[in-house]
């Protein structure tokens, strides 16, 4: 079945780093891609995603490119901040429109200063 | 944006009662809702999907007697933890998804705890 392999954490970087958070997935046919955020004590909340191959996700600094040839979706930042500091789950929408989302096992970002 | 509630945030329970959890979808219509699970330093497992009106779908191995789901209307869905045990302390969150399709928006989560 469908799956999402993310790189292990935590992931501890000091402000204005660059940050990779690398992910993966398997799965049949073009399904869509997200990152979600999730800060502490709160619920996830949509950070970016791309729906086809080669698009590119982008907000908030945050940028991923939808890769078929490799099957990722990797997480980039060119400059955190400490306000990044959160959990970042990767996740697929299969091609099936019944809208679940198959998530990774999330990767704990520490930004110090 | 959109925004979900969850209520409550917090619930401490004893062994073998059963406690209700509320997810609301406070600004839109929400034809479809989903439960997760979500353990410490683990992903999100989906429970079961709700359709407004119909009954739930439970994933493979989720017990749908012990979280029974109601969704009673577009802007509600309840997950209702039976009797419930200590094995059943985890993180529990809804997400809904109205409108345009894949956009889901997710609540702040319940933090259930049985003593």
């Known amino acids: 079945g469908d799956s999402v392999t993310q790189m292990e954490g935590p992931v501890t970087l000091s402000e204005e780093a660059f940050l990779t958070i690398n992910c993966t997935y398997t799965a049949t046919g073009y399904p869509s891609l997200f990152w979600y955020v999730q800060y502490p004590g709160e619920g996830l909340q949509l950070l970016l995603k791309?729906?086809?191959?080669?698009d590119k996700g982008s907000n908030k600094g945050f940028e991923a490119t939808y890769r078929k040839e490799t099957t990722s979706f990797h997480l980039e930042k060119g400059s955190v901040q400490v306000s990044d500091s959160a959990v970042y789950f990767c996740a697929l929408s299969g091609t099936s429109n019944t809208g679940k989302l198959i998530f990774g096992q999330g990767t704990t970002l520490q930004v110090k200063p | 944006g959109a925004v979900v509630s969850q209520h409550p945030s917090r619930v401490i329970c004893k062994s073998g009662t059963s406690v209700k959890i509320e997810c609301r979808s406070l600004?839109?219509?929400?034809?479809?809702m989903f439960w997760y699970r979500q353990f410490p330093k683990k992903s999100l497992m989906l429970m079961a999907t709700s359709n407004e009106g119909s009954k739930a779908t439970y994933e493979q191995g989720v017990e749908k007697d012990k979280f029974l789901i109601n969704h009673a209307s577009l802007t509600l869905s309840t997950l209702t933890v039976t009797s419930a045990h200590p094995e059943d302390s985890s993180f529990y969150i809804c997400?809904?998804?109205?409108?345009?399709?894949?956009?889901?928006?997710f609540g702040p989560g319940t933090r259930l705890t049985v003593t």
């Open positions: 791309a729906t086809k191959a080669d």
């Open positions: 997400s809904a998804r109205g409108g345009r399709a894949y956009e889901q928006y």
């Open positions: 600004d839109f219509q929400a034809t479809t």
